[in-house]
């Protein structure tokens, strides 16, 4: 008996308070045996179902549940059957948890509990005309009071469902069906038949969030959170660092519970407030572990933040989630957030994968066809990249996006893989495009992206222009491309001294270059030719100690070896006119 009972408290361990005082009770008195303690008995295992349910340990009850089924397999057991849906259900294993209220409902098809929670699987399963017909079976049973009060079943059943879940449920699924105005009318009614009941307000939240309505969500989401009694963090908490207070939201909260947070982060998130956001999804995510859209956020602000491997490793429990999409892409967009973060990762061959992936999903995803073509460029399949990046920016693609709508990073990819393909008309086209809108460009990387587009105009000789966009550049970020390409473009222009002054500020970045010291010399030699013989004399000795500078660090440089013999040359030359000039003073 006592190796029995060990074997359960290894199973079953979260019974552990349970347990305790029957264990006590064999060892102290042994006389007393399996006439108190009987494990093929069929209302501990019902006890135990009922216990475990509503403690939240769902695995632990669906074993209990289906043990006391089988040991009365002919017996009417409504309420253990229901249970089993219910913790089926809290598990997304939405179709066997329809299987189980099937049963219910075979034996009492007017079963409101029944087909209350049918109908919340066959949402999780997409399967909305079948929910909705489960909703309304249902609405007209609890809206019939007198046949709801005297059905013994539901009055027996752990948990009676209030008409406000009812209502709210059916509005989630309108509102999946994108019929915005009837879903919202049937959270107004959920709320009169209980002002309390938060998961209403967070519906109404979510539509406004569909339709950017972004202040007036943020106040129903907030009335949501308050109706749970959770106070906000202000600053960002890790799942270890999660306070005392919402740790025991999370404890009290159910896991359908977890849209509340879900969708006040979104709106946090469309209102920019990140780190906000990142919060809510987080308690969505410890309220409901198997999440997939809150987890799914949260990849997307990891990325943006690059954490790239969290952003994966939150993408991959999202794809063993619970699969339950609605105001995302879906599936594919889980896969776009993973490609991108297999980007930062610098796994092309991954990211490629993953882009493809949610293309195959979503063929006209034009973030997803941006990340193939990034994934391609990198991996230096120029052509490959540019068909892939045209079926975005193409005029002709079924999901061309101009460049000012909000997507200007597909056309700055554009305009790079042109480059790279020597195609520097049609670059500097996308390059011009994508600076109509640069503020929907990765605001890190922006001034990569005005170097990138100088590079392109310096190539054309459009330097003028190309001066216009290194600036931008360097006030987005000091670098030494920035400061070394202005230096050139301004030497181009022939403002020689502003182009020494910049040469000097790409020296502090990258001390004792050859191409710069290469450049500032043969800029002080432009110098000293327009200066009078006695101020030349000392340019040009500047000139010359910086160009044998460049080469004592790198002897074979040729420009550097032709300028070097130009520089003697200019310094002879005036070192002439200076003599003649001396010679007509005498004269």
Known sequence: MMKKIVRLL???????????NIIGGVSLAKETKSAEFNFNKYDFWVEKCRFLK????????????EQAISLKPKKDNIQLWLARGDALLQLSQYREAVISYNWVLKQDKKNVPALVQ???ALLGLGNYEDALQSCDLALERKENKKNWENIKQVKNYWGNVPLAKVLYIKGSILRRQTEYEQATKYFDNALKQDNNFALAYAGKCGVLVDHKKYKEASQLCKAAVTKFENPQAKDELT??????????????????????????GRVKQKLNKQTEAFNNFNIAIQVNPRYSQALARKSEILNKRERYQEALDNCDRALKGDKKWSDTRGLAYVWYQRSAALLG???????????????????????AWNNKAVSLWNLG????????????????????????????????????????LKKDEKANEAYKGASVNTQSLHQKSLYIFWLNKAAVEMRLNKYKTALVSVNWSIMQKHSFAGFYNQAIILSK??????????????????????????????????????ESYKNAQKTFQDALKTIDRALAINSSFQLAIENRQNLIKEMEKKVDRGVKVRNSTKN
């Open 10 to 20: 290894i199973v079953t361990s979260g019974t552990f308070a349970f347990l305790v």
């Open 54 to 65: 509503n403690d939240k340990q769902y695995s632990e009850a669906l074993i209990a549940c």
């Open 118 to 120: 049918k109908c919340s």
């Open 239 to 264: 799942d270890e660092q999660t306070d005392e207070s919402v740790k025991k939201t999370i404890n009290t909260a159910d896991a359908s519970d977890a849209i509340i947070w879900y969708e006040t």
């Open 345 to 367: 990762l610098q796994k092309y061959e991954e990211a490629l994968a993953s882009s493809e992936n949610a293309i195959a999903i979503e063929p006209t995803y034009a973030e």
């Open 381 to 420: 399949q120029y052509e490959a990249a540019e068909k892939a990046i045209e079926f975005v920016v193409d005029k002709e693609s079924p999901i061309y996006i101009k460049a000012n709508d909000s997507y200007a990073q597909a056309h700055a990819n554009y305009g790079r893989i042109l480059s790279s």
């Open 493 to 530: 222009l022939g403002k020689y001294k502003e182009a020494i002054k910049s040469f000097d500020k790409a020296n502090e970045f990258l001390p004792d270059n050859y191409l710069v010291l290469t450049g500032k010399a043969i800029a002080l030699m432009n110098v000293g030719k327009l």
